[in-house]
């Protein structure tokens, strides 16, 4: 709680130091005569823990998929080498 309230205070202090999610959304209003006006949507900043916790999930989604990959690259030598020890068998026995 306490970081929350000291990270609200440099917002309201600097609002540039946060990166703003609704920097360029745009909300429609509409008054009672059904006339659409958009307007900028209010603020929604990113504090530092959260681009910290995006960070590190970023990071941990892009580990798993090298490894995915890694993985799959060494099955597929694998197979291919069975492959060729097999056909090495055959050609010794025929």
Known sequence: LIPGIENLRRYQINPEEFEDRNSDVFEKIADKYHTFVLSPAPPRPLFPFQLFNRMKLNIAQQVSEDN??????REMQNMW??????????????
């Open 81 to 94: 080498h069975r492959m060729q020890l097999q056909r090495q068998a055959n050609q010794f026995f025929l």
């Open 68 to 73: 995915r990959k890694e993985q799959m690259n």
